[in-house]
């Protein structure tokens, strides 16, 4: 067989949301940090971030991983994330789904007795713990980068509505709202409008404020918008729009590391104390709040995400010579 690329990936998935791995068919990625190296893949290696996440070997709403040596000494690895739009500064479900895999796989070095992982990310050093249940299941935790509120209580006008919101740091930089404020309940048939209010709500925030984080000018913009309200005491469902329109099937784990700051910051929760997310597909993370801190001028907290992943295949993807779609495409 004749042809220009091949890629090896071990496919995951965590509550639902998918992590396509690299494993293979990669250069050589450039750069002294992770920041540098996310910056290295936007302009070099866009175009295998479209092979692999666009249709037809890929879809709308698929998300990948590549992993990395280490960017500082007392870390293990690094990771850099993908998704349909571009490469993401921090991925909590990512996180939960690479861990699973040293653990289970062998693919990278035996780490059947590892148990704790110290991870390079674009946004920050992330700690993750591993432990198998009764069933022998395995549960991962990680400890995220520090979280905050960034703007409380903001009025955006979109399409003649006022909403109010807050901008949260979770790892990435997202938009908290209530539904009930769009009359818009978190069911499957309302998902496409989800999509919609979520760009115009992201494009009316980023139009109105700066957002960057306050230590690192490369952590910028907004990611994503989660549509969030308490089902019942304790616990929290969401639905959350980010990237191009990209639902996570997820309860999104940077997503909850924020959703803990808001509720810090409200005085709903403590530390110590936890809440469980859930998401459109019923999956759910538990959160917990353990440290305070400042970033900035901004309180912030340490937050702990758990949750699981499993295998769901190992894939081979070529490119023939013949192929006139190298980056294929999104409908």
């Known amino acids: 067989m004749n042809y220009k690329k ?19 068919g990669l250069p050589t990625i450039k750069g002294e940090t ?16 479209k092979f692999l996440m666009n249709e037809p070997r890929g879809h709308e709403g698929m998300y990948g991983c590549i992993i990395t040596p280490p960017a500082q000494e007392d870390s293990d690895f690094g990771v850099l994330f993908m998704h349909n739009e571009g490469w993401s500064t921090m991925c909590g479900h990512g996180i939960i789904a690479v861990v699973t895999v040293m653990i289970e796989t062998g693919a990278f ?36 980068v520090p979280s905050f509120v960034y703007l409380e209580d903001i009025t955006l006008d979109v399409e003649g509505k ?11 930089f997202y938009v908290f709202l ?9 069911k499957h048939e309302h998902l496409a409008e989800f999509k919609e209010w979520g760009a115009m709500i992201k494009a009316a925030v980023e139009k109105q404020y700066t957002i960057r ?17 308490e089902s019942k005491e304790g616990t929290w469902q969401n639905i959350t729009i980010f990237a191009d329109r990209q639902i996570d099937r997820s309860p999104c784990g940077t997503g909850t590391s924020a959703k803990a700051a808001q509720l810090f910051n409200d005085s709903t929760i403590g530390a110590g104390d936890t809440f469980m997310n859930r998401s459109i597909t019923g999956g759910i993370f538990k959160g917990e709040v353990t440290t305070e801190m400042e970033v900035g001028e901004y309180e912030a907290v340490i937050a702990k995400v ?16 013949s192929d006139g779609m190298p980056e294929g495409f999104l409908l």
């Open 213 to 229: 984080h306050p230590l690192e000018a490369g952590l910028n913009g907004i990611y994503g918008v989660i549509f969030s309200e």
């Open 109 to 144: 070095g035996d780490n059947s007795d590892k148990r704790r992982f110290v991870i390079d990310s674009p946004a920050g050093k992330v700690i993750a713990h591993a432990q198998y249940d009764v069933d022998e299941e395995l549960l991962v935790t990680f400890e995220n």
């Open 162 to 172: 006022q909403l109010n919101a807050d901008v949260v740091f979770g790892g990435a």
């Open 6 to 24: 091949m890629i090896n990936t071990i496919d995951m998935h965590v509550a639902g949301e998918p992590l396509r791995i690299i494993m293979s």
């Open 34 to 49: 992770q920041l540098e190296r996310r910056a290295y893949c936007m302009e070099n290696l866009d175009g295998i971030r």
């Open 306 to 321: 758990s949750g699981r992943a499993n295998i769901t295949g190992f894939h081979t993807f070529i490119l023939e010579p």
């Open 178 to 186: 209530n539904n009930r404020l769009l009359n818009l309940p978190q």
